[in-house]
């Protein structure tokens, strides 16, 4: 695993574009495999500023998300389609017919599924993926259990993480509680995988998920085992990792 440290949140939105930006232009009909939640905006907005710039071009390229509320609308302002088009989507030239996430309306989960992996099969491995970390360590929205999920699957949401995603919405009973996610082989897929973390909220876990034992209590453990992991994360984020 390579890490990369930086002063801030812009400094890691930065750089982590920079790398998403080098993929794009060695690849321009690229799988982006992408997130959501607050650690990606500032790299969304620096991929807008260089599509701007006339630097980067999105009309070959295809996006794979992580994840999306069950239950959600792709119109509801909360949902991770809306977000999408908020943060990228309807910025750059992409062609909304290359930009994927699971089908939150589908309130068969099964179909929602398996619709789903069909998709990812389809779009062919990431070229890269953008991950972020939960405090309890999932990725995407998988979250801690007693083994690793492989492919999309609906999940329960943990307490916490319905708590850290309330910030986004007006109140805790207006998060919804499952999710539909990609599993962790459909993650660990990725060619490469690009984890973005700040603060000091996520110091522990990044120790833990990194330098501790694999386990799948810590999904994010689990990217120990891909050969190509990059870490862009401020020192914050970093001041419990050893010899960083
Ligand atoms: C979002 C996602 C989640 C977030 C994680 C961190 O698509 O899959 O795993 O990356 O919850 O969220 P933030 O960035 O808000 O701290």
Do not use: W
């Not at 890269?128 to 699957?153: R, S, V, W, Y």
């Not at 599993?183 to 973005?196: P, R, S, T, Y």
């Not at 209590?217 to 970093?238: G, R, Y």
């Amino acid at each position: 695993m390579r890490i990369i440290k930086a002063r801030d949140y812009d400094e890691v939105s930065r750089k982590a574009a920079n790398i998403i930006f080098s993929v794009m232009t060695e690849k321009p009909d690229c799988v982006l495999g992408l997130a959501t939640g607050s650690s990606p905006v500032g790299i969304y907005k620096e991929l807008v500023r260089r599509y701007e710039e006339g630097d980067l071009d999105f009309s070959k390229v295809t996006t794979v998300n992580l994840d999306e509320y069950k239950g959600l609308d792709r119109e509801d302002p909360q949902s991770y389609a809306y977000y999408m088009r908020e943060n990228l989507f309807s910025h750059v030239n992409i062609r909304s017919e290359k930009t994927f996430l699971p089908d939150g309306r589908e309130a068969d989960s099964q179909k929602a599924c398996e619709a789903y992996n069909q998709i990812l099969r389809q779009a062919g491995r990431q070229d890269i993926q953008l991950l972020g970390i939960g405090h309890d360590g999932h990725i995407g929205f998988n979250e801690p259990a007693d083994h690793f999920p492989k492919e999309t699957h609906c999940v329960d949401l943990a307490e916490s993480t319905i708590e850290a995603n309330a910030r986004f919405f007006e109140s805790r009973e207006q998060v919804p509680t499952q999710a539909y996610t990609m599993g962790i082989q459909n993650i660990m897929a990725a060619k490469q995988i690009l984890m973005v973390a700040n603060g000091k909220g996520k110091a522990k876990i990044l120790k833990e998920a990194f330098q501790g034992p694999i386990t799948p209590q810590i999904p994010a453990s689990i990217l120990q085992l891909h050969p190509n992991v990059i870490l862009v994360a401020d020192e914050e984020a970093l001041s419990e990792m050893e010899s960083c």
